[in-house]
């Protein structure tokens, strides 16, 4: 599967963005999915991920800020971001697996290619 991350763009804390992530491939529905981001200096995080069958789970920085969702006729995930704080700053990825859903990284075959989130106090 292809896949290919968009809606990254410059906004001032407080506000909201939505990323886009678009797959390829028919078999879409059947990929548990995430996204990962990667601040400037710092590790690749965890920051969402959504099931096949929907169930949602993220990390305690985002959680209630952000949401995950999926359209598997449009073979999209969504990362809605609200409230953006500063440190929300990064290129942000996602990413595809047919495995479990992990928080890490190693477990997803396939990466979009990244769309830079800037977030100004």
């Known amino acids: 599967v292809q896949l290919q991350a968009s809606g990254g763009g410059l906004v001032q804390a407080g506000e909201s963005l939505r990323l886009s992530c678009a797959a390829s491939g028919r078999t879409f529905s059947r990929y548990n999915m995430g996204w990962f981001r990667q601040a400037p200096g710092k590790e690749r995080e965890f920051v969402a991920a959504i099931t096949s069958g929907s169930i949602t789970s993220y990390p305690n920085p985002v959680k209630g800020r952000f949401t995950i969702s999926r359209d598997n006729a449009k073979n999209t995930v969504y990362l809605q971001m609200n409230n953006l704080k500063p440190e929300d700053t990064a290129v942000y990825y996602c990413?595809?697996?047919?495995?479990?859903?992990?928080?890490?990284?190693?477990?997803?075959?396939?990466w979009g290619q990244g769309t830079l989130v800037t977030v100004s106090s």
């Open positions: 990413a595809a697996t047919i495995g479990l859903v992990t928080t890490s990284g190693s477990n997803y075959q396939y």
